[in-house]
């Protein structure tokens, strides 16, 4: 019954950003969510010929929510989402199709805890203002920490045909690091943050383009790669590009709204480049094709949200 549920939430995700009906359908006197074309801003709508009712409705984007409250939803489901296949990284597999093996179950826990730390920043920077979005990024790293803690406290460690323990200590080292740094205000914070998103855009496009190659570079054997290891490799690669792309855009002075609708553009150009470019070790691996689709339809919707909620707007 759990598993089925989670099948539904990149469609119900999808149901809660989609536009909503055209104020001609709405009664006399409801609110219609319509935008300025001109700013996106506040906008009188009148719904009679007799202008018995005209308001005042703020919204932005191409959801039925304000721009701010549709984030704070988006985060919200996303870290959801995050825990959940951090807990059950067997069942969230599985829900997708994957044969689980100790490899897989292991990359499924890189893929989470990936999620968990742009979830974690994400709801910091949209629930509770902290002094700075160093430090809401520092916090979410503490994830990708304490799932390197995680892995090498294993005996053994999973070799999982990607990385081993030596691979496992300098991701440590290097998160740790990254986190010290955001998390105490160091004076050289936001080129830390630069940098550091540049690494994980670099890593998450080799593990997009070459999962191979990838696997090698970590320690792997990329002749002992199956079809399903291949496919998540991928997978991670797509989700490391979007906290690449939310660090990066936070270090540019983006608005931390508009740095999470960038983060989920390289996720869906990730999966459709799995569906339709590389679409055999999707194929293999038996991955179900109706969640991809959902969390395709789902994000796109956040993109233009939040990502771009000017041109959204003014283009209706």
Request: glycine letters at 10%; charged letters at 15%.
């Amino acid at each position: 019954r759990t598993i089925a549920k989670m099948k539904l939430l990149p469609f119900l995700a999808a149901v809660v950003f989609a536009r909503p009906a055209s104020a001609s359908l709405l009664p006399s006197g409801g609110r219609a969510f319509l935008p300025s074309k001109s700013s996106g801003a506040d906008v009188n709508i009148s719904l009679s010929e007799r202008g018995a009712a005209v308001l005042d409705i703020p919204r932005g984007g191409v959801g039925p929510l304000p721009v701010e409250d549709t984030a704070k939803v988006a985060s919200a489901f996303y870290l959801a989402h995050a825990l959940y296949q951090k807990l059950a990284p067997a069942k969230s597999a599985q829900n997708y199709g994957y044969t689980v093996d100790p490899p897989l179950e292991y990359a499924c826990g890189v893929n989470a805890d990936l999620n968990l730390s742009l979830g974690i920043s994400a709801c910091l920077l949209f629930f509770k203002t902290p002094s700075s979005a160093n430090r809401a990024v520092g916090a979410g790293m503490l994830a990708m920490i304490l799932g390197n803690i995680g892995v090498l406290l294993n005996d053994p460690v999973p070799r999982l045909e990607f990385v081993t323990t030596t691979g496992q200590l300098m991701q440590l080292a290097i998160n740790g690091f990254v986190t010290y740094v955001l998390l105490s205000g160091a004076d050289y914070a936001d080129l830390t943050l630069k940098a550091f998103s540049i690494w994980l855009l670099a890593n998450g496009i080799l593990c997009t383009l070459d999962p191979n190659q990838a696997d090698d570079a970590w320690g792997g054997e990329a002749e002992d790669t199956t079809a399903g290891g291949r496919a998540k490799i991928r997978v991670i690669g797509g989700n490391c590009m979007a906290l690449g792309t939310f660090c990066h855009a936070l270090a540019l002075d983006k608005s931390p709204t508009q740095a999470f609708g960038l983060a989920f553009i390289p996720i869906v150009a990730n999966l459709l480049s799995c569906l339709y470019l590389n679409p055999a070790d999707f194929k293999d691996a038996g991955v179900k094709l109706g969640p991809i689709y959902g969390w395709i339809a789902a994000l796109l919707v956040g993109i233009a949200t939040l990502a771009f909620p000017e041109a959204a707007a003014s283009a209706q």
